[in-house]
């Protein structure tokens, strides 16, 4: 079996990557900093950072595959550089680490933030969309971020692209801002709601389309990895009943939702803690990001499962290890 690097190993989607190749027998090398846990996962660990070129070439060595899922995945930061560092400069410093040690496949984690969603239809990889596009700086340094690997898969490197939605599942250790959702709602912290929408799919089911992409993927395409698109009201609804708790009724105006995204995140500027609403994230719920896995399920098959055992496992995740 072969060895294989991955990056976000400690994070949530990264390590449902590294908990599949272990069980399909692979080698499993996590890039780690010295302050990141991975648990319940037995992986060979080599402490490295992805700002750190010379640490990447030393964790890249005698491995035949990379996943580079690991992101700086924030919607504020005090230092909004730090989101560039890490995604788009990390992601060339990797790519170039994989060119030089000759990797077979290297399979590059960007988000279904970096796919043009029309008004009239779900988004698909080949949807036009530009930086121009992108609400804030995590999509702007993803985006940025995807287009180094685009670049590389171009001159030659074996890179294929994978776009997820938004996961939802068991092990969200941060949690991730869907989880927040999740997580919030559970602490009835989520009174009122915003007319937005997501694609959700199954964590686990994320976690093998990165296998199928890198064992059928073309260098140089790109795949949505989604399954269902969803309203926030139908997602809450769907929690609700699972959780057994009452849905919120309340639907927010855009406007109101704004003003408060500007006033928390101005404040959160001064004071340095995080926002309880991100503009960012505002701003990114102005669009419902649906979006089509199809491309996915013709050359990969991808065939993702309904949600709702996903929203079911997370919920009682989160109740399990203390989180509400």
Not at 50 to 73: K, M, N, T, W
Request: glycine share 8%; hydrophobic share 40%.
């Amino acid at each position: 079996m072969a060895r294989i690097l991955v990056t976000g190993a400690s994070g949530f989607l990264g390590w449902h990557v590294a908990r599949l190749l272990l069980e399909r027998g692979h080698h499993v090398r996590a890039l780690c900093r010295p302050s990141s846990h991975i648990r319940e996962l037995d992986v060979e660990r080599v402490t490295g950072d992805l700002r750190d070129p010379a640490s990447l070439a030393h964790a890249i060595e005698g491995c035949q595959q990379v996943f580079h899922v690991a992101a700086d995945y924030r919607l504020w930061s005090k230092n909004p550089q730090d989101l560039y560092d890490s995604n788009v400069e990390g992601t060339r410093h990797l790519l170039a680490a994989a060119a030089g040690a000759g990797v077979d496949r290297i399979v590059y984690t960007s988000t279904v933030g970096c796919i043009g969603i029309p008004k009239d239809r779900p988004g698909e990889e080949t949807t036009p969309v530009s930086i121009e596009d992108m609400a804030g700086h995590y999509k702007r340094s993803k985006w940025l971020a995807e287009q180094v690997a685009l670049e590389k898969a171009r001159a030659g490197l074996p890179v294929i692209i994978v776009n997820p939605t938004a996961p939802i599942g068991d092990h969200d250790w941060k949690p991730t801002p869907t989880g927040k959702i999740i997580v919030d709602f559970l602490r009835n912290k989520l009174p009122a709601f915003v007319d937005t929408g997501l694609n959700l799919v199954d964590v686990r089911d994320t976690a093998l389309g990165h296998l199928l992409a890198a064992e059928k993927g073309r260098p140089g395409e790109r795949y949505i990895l989604g399954c269902e698109n969803l309203t926030l009201e139908q997602i809450l609804a769907r929690m609700a009943a699972l959780a057994g708790k009452p849905a919120p009724r309340t639907k927010i105006p855009y406007g109101i939702a704004y003003a408060a995204g500007v006033v928390t995140t101005a404040w959160a500027d001064v004071t340095g803690k995080e926002p309880i609403a991100p503009l960012e994230a505002v701003k990114m719920a102005r669009k419902k990001m649906f979006a089509s896995h199809a491309k996915a399920a013709c050359d990969l098959g991808f065939a993702p499962g309904p949600v709702d055992a996903a929203l079911e496992r997370a919920i009682d995740w989160f109740r399990t290890n203390g989180y509400c």
